[in-house]
């Protein structure tokens, strides 16, 4: 015991003479790539081993789980963890190395659960792990491995407990003090982060927020992102008859409900993007002129992308970058009629749209839900929260049922404040000139409910290749991305410290 | 074998002697109803074992089945069955009585298949018929049998073959010589009818055909229907990306195929059921002044409907019987982003919407094709026949996918003829004045295929109750409505031959 006291005595002592000065980057990312060069069999067996318990946030015994395996994996490591628990909420991981005083926090958050899978999608089970490598090998850099979260999110939490790992074994202390905060319901909409972050405010204290989740750049190369668009999902559901009808007996008398929705639906947004939705774009902040620099330095990747997605035309006429810099109103699911090989020639008692809105600062969920149904209202529609009774649907002749879901507001950091600037360098230490810089993700992060809770700058790094088909059915990570992941996040620990003016 | 030849002369003799003079009306209703009320346990012994047979027109081991068990139950009854047979359609079983000369032909049309099923809907196997009676017996007139088929058609295939039993147990020959014409794939558009009713041509002349199908006036009563709506069915895609993309990163770049399938259907029809496709009414033949006039003696049931079927609006201001002589676009089914509990928060790969047209005279399949292909065209869009290429979809900023359906033209028989005037005489001896008398049926029959191949006028008698869930889940059939049929069949039989100046 004595002997084993003495040791991480004079190990703390070593760090800290190394932390007193910039770790040299070359000598580092040297040290970094020989280290996952020697353990990529260890690094694959544990993230394969992650990545085969099921974790959709719902699922209750599945998502404890993860949480077990997730607390073996960072005590293992000889981090200090605690369970953040609320009511009706899966686990929330919180983790810390032990801290040194003079030094800034960096809460590094990523999420453990998974979009819910149509199992009929996949080419395999989503929990069992599967490599396609030409060669049979982790060298081949088309290398995938594909499973449920492979690229969104547990990815991240295995990159950043490996770049802890490549770091100990260079004997190189971090610069500055490292917490990792794991959730376990993002992919359900975050709806107990807000109060997790307030009831557990004193353990979460940190000076910078880290969002570890998302993809790279469309070209391949990393990026750093300084927000995300907000999030609220919607379902609207259109009634017709109480019981299916014969077509040919009630068509055009009846009312369609398939028709209704679709009408709606053309009255909510054009084919072109827009959102026609009174007022909605009237919260919109403008973006900042180093926002609008920042935005014309992103590689175009349209071109490719519209070859590769096979797009004939896109919504609108700016680029992707820009284009998700503005909120979007997205149809994610429609259905009325029923399913099977041929439908009835029948009219439907319901159908259903599935909308997610896409935020920008200053809007709020709260906003886009007062200013739908103020639009849906003044369309003649009575709006129902649950599913209409008979005698409700005969007295409105415009009903809907329209059913919110969770969400967060959108957030953005700014991209030349000290501590974005002192992020970016460090990363630039790894990436070199290639690193692009983008004001906000298209997709949403519970980024902002940092903000608010804790008026602190929030910044997302993230590493899954764009082409990862997250939300989706065989999704997918590049084992590159995985190791330029690590790669980058030894970078950011070993240097943020000392870069932070 | 000699006794049984002179019973057999002895009643030819009986009955001609009977058919030289109408049967007496009040004689007739007698014999049949005690034929029924002593006969149901068989009766309906012989529709359940029919129902249970599955009957989907592509689920060919069953149809054959269907076939062989209608062969059995016509030569039972004493009729010559031929089956008539072209390549890759279910057998068509035509069956006649031995005919006698200087008589009127009249052939009765049924079909024995049925709609396709979800059997998640179904509170029971849809084969499995199930009888739900709040006494336990076939007396309640509420009673009613559940089992795909029950009200569309096998009960007509019933009342018929009964019909026939009870006049020959009242030792009363029908007036006119009788054939029936048994479809096994009405269900699924009659796609080789037309082919079927020209090479058979010769054994199939009639002076009349009569289509028995469909439903009884909502308000229970019988009624009489001089034509149906044409039919043709239509399905089209739009799509968007290649691979469903999360709709966070891509989310107002991507086109969105929802979104424009949504656009697409806001602009085939108003929420009004006017369709706005150009020059669609162009082809629509007026209402004579006979129908007209008998349009206004059509029992108004769109109050009680209404709220029966929960109904807030209609779709128009014509009352239901006024808006089927106007042809329909009707959206039978819509999807897109997959099936399951929750929706990933994703821009799908395609959107398709399943629509059936209901055409009135003079329109046709062919007319609307056209008229709806040249619209799409004129809007921008390329029409491919089959799934889109990736070099398809990068060609057409703007691509749908359009697959047609079987169908058939519509069909009217002038309501004033001397054969329609024949018909309503015949029926009201057994109806009296509470016969309704309609010049359409909402829904689509194959009488045009008749009509056009024939020359001969065609005529609906439906014996169904209207609320038999015909063409969805849990179809029933009231035995109310089986009794009456059989009735109504037996008096048509007995009499029409006479009445038919």
């Known amino acids: 015991m ?150 969104d999110d547990k990815n991240s939490i295995i990159e950043l407990l490996t770049a802890l790992d490549a770091l100990q074994s260079a004997q190189i202390r971090p610069s500055v003090n490292i917490k990792f905060l794991f959730e376990g319901e993002e992919e359900a909409g975050s709806p107990h982060l807000d109060e997790i972050l307030s009831r557990f405010g004193p353990s979460l204290q940190s000076d910078l927020w880290v969002i570890c989740d998302g993809p790279t750049n469309q070209n391949g190369e990393p990026q750093l992102v300084f927000g995300s668009r907000g999030i609220v999902t919607v379902q609207i559901t259109a009634f017709g008859p109480n019981r299916p009808l014969h077509s040919g007996h009630y068509g055009n008398w009846a009312p369609n409900p398939i028709v209704e929705l679709a009408h709606l639906i053309s009255r909510l947004r054009t084919e072109d993007a827009e959102i026609t939705i009174p007022h909605f774009y009237g919260p919109v902040r403008p973006l900042t002129a180093a926002e609008q620099a ?120 700014p991209i030349d404040a000290p501590v974005s600037q002192a992020v970016i360098a460090a990363a630039r230490t790894v990436t070199g000139n290639s690193l692009a810089l983008l004001p906000s993700l298209g997709a949403s992060t519970p980024s902002s409910l940092f903000e608010q809770q804790f008026k602190k700058p929030v910044i997302t790094l993230p590493t899954a290749n764009y082409d990862d088909n997250q939300h989706a059915a065989n999704e997918n990570l590049k084992l590159k991305n995985l190791w330029d992941g690590i790669a980058l996040y030894a970078g950011i620990f070993a240097t943020v410290g000392s870069l932070w003016k």
Chains 1, 2 share one sequence.
């Open 294 to 413: 920042a935005l014309k330095n992103v590689p175009n990747v349209d071109q490719q992308l519209r070859k590769e997605l096979a797009l004939g035309r896109v919504e609108d006429r700016q680029t992707l970058a820009e284009q998700i810099m503005k909120p979007a109103l997205n149809l994610d699911r429609i259905e009325g009629g029923g399913a099977g090989p041929k439908p009835a020639n029948a009219i439907p008692s319901s159908a259903t749209a599935y909308i997610d809105f896409r935020l920008v600062p200053d809007q709020t969920p709260e906003i886009v839900k007062q200013q739908l149904e103020a639009y849906l209202r003044s369309l003649g529609y009575f709006l129902a929260g649950k599913p209409p009774t008979d005698a409700e649907r005969l007295q409105h002749g415009r009903l809907l049922q329209v059913v919110w879901g969770a969400g967060y507001p959108p957030q953005r950091t």
């Open 2 to 151: 004595k002997t084993r006291h003495l040791l991480t005595v004079i190990f703390l002592i070593s760090n800290l003479s190394l932390a007193q000065q910039p770790a040299n980057p070359a000598a580092l990312n040297n040290a970094t790539r020989s280290y996952i060069a020697q353990h990529r069999q260890e690094i694959m067996r544990e993230f394969q081993d992650f990545l085969a318990i099921p974790n959709i946030a719902t699922d209750t015994p599945n998502i404890q789980k993860n949480a077990d395996a997730l607390t073996r994996m960072l005590k293992k490591r000889g981090l200090e963890v605690q369970i953040l628990k609320v009511e009706g909420a899966p686990p929330v991981v919180l983790a810390a190395l032990p801290p040194l005083p003079d030094r800034h926090t960096v809460t590094f958050y990523a999420h453990y659960d998974g979009q819910p899978v149509n199992k009929a999608d996949w080419k395999q089970d989503p929990w069992l792990p599967t490599l396609v490598s030409r060669n049979g090998s982790f060298d081949d850099p088309e290398a995938r491995i594909y499973a449920r979260s492979a690229g």
